[in-house]
């Protein structure tokens, strides 16, 4: 579903400020895996997950999705291909609106506008049945203004947005980080819903080392621009907080260095 082949990147290149931020990045997803993405500051995550979503052009390699190369397609044209969570709850949705109008621009991504009227009552109906998923009573509360909800609340509405039209890719970029803890784990046992009940393919970075050890099939960590490590199947499942800081250890040579990581 997704390759990386080694996708390199360079920002402030020959200046006193050059930043080597991905250096040879391979890496491949099947259908249906769910990525977790670890590793300290700096390391490439978040550049890895703006390389696939062509936030800005790659140095070199090859990004090819569901067997299309979209190096040479910018920004709002691989949108059609991905589904995105921001870190920032507000940055996914459009308060002003309501939450049944922000699902309806969600459901017509891609396609081309008419005259008709905003949203159906076949729609309304629709709508109110993806809300229950959630379990936040949203349903309930269709015509209210996004802005009126809660950060985990608009936090959950963006990934049913970002999850509605089924796309390739779902990219999750430390969509938890600013939630309260017990609002987090809300957000994420929707994510893991979500992902599974539409068999998505997912990339979920994470500064929770418990978290990315206890979501996905499979967990890679990365340091300095590259992939160090990639763990899937039962080695995963019987991995601890201490045994993935030892094998970044052994890996990297150094310590783990990230107390945000640590201390979560």
């Not at 400020?17 to 670890?38: M, Q, R, S, W, Y």
């Not at 569901?66 to 969570?85: H, I, M």
């Not at 008419?114 to 109906?125: A, F, H, P, V």
């Not at 909800?149 to 980080?177: C, F, N, V, W, Y």
Request: overall charge positive; proline content about 2%.
């Amino acid at each position: 579903m997704l390759k990386l082949e080694n996708v390199r990147k360079t920002f402030n290149a020959g200046t006193i400020n050059e930043k080597k931020a991905l250096c040879g990045v391979n890496l491949h997803l099947n259908p249906g895996d769910f990525v977790t993405i670890i590793g300290g500051n700096g390391a490439g995550k978040s550049t890895t997950l703006n390389a696939v979503a062509g936030v800005w052009p790659i140095d070199a390699g090859d990004i090819v999705i569901d067997g299309e190369n979209v190096n040479k397609l910018c920004e709002y044209k691989r949108a059609k291909y991905l589904g995105r969570v921001f870190q920032d709850p507000m940055n996914g949705t459009a308060a002003t609106m309501e939450i049944q109008e922000n699902l309806a621009i969600a459901s017509r991504r891609g396609e081309r506008r008419t005259l008709k009227w905003g949203i159906s009552r076949r729609e309304k109906d629709e709508f109110r049945e993806l809300l229950k998923i959630l379990d936040l009573g949203l349903e309930d509360r269709m015509t209210a203004k996004v802005g009126l909800l809660s950060g985990g609340q608009r936090q959950a509405l963006t990934l049913l947005m970002a999850s509605i039209k089924k796309p390739k890719i779902l990219l999750l970029d430390e969509h938890t980080a600013a939630l309260d803890p017990k609002t987090a784990a809300k957000v994420l046992e929707i994510t893991e819903k979500l992902i599974r009940e539409n068999e998505l393919t997912a990339m979920m970075v994470t500064h929770n080392m418990k978290d990315a050890i206890a979501y996905g099939n499979r967990l890679i960590m990365m340091h300095e621009g590259r992939i160090i490590f990639d763990i899937a199947g039962e080695e995963k499942k019987h991995l601890t907080v201490e045994g993935l800081v030892k094998k970044f250890s052994q890996t990297s040579g150094e310590e783990f260095a990230s107390d945000r990581a640590l201390l979560s």
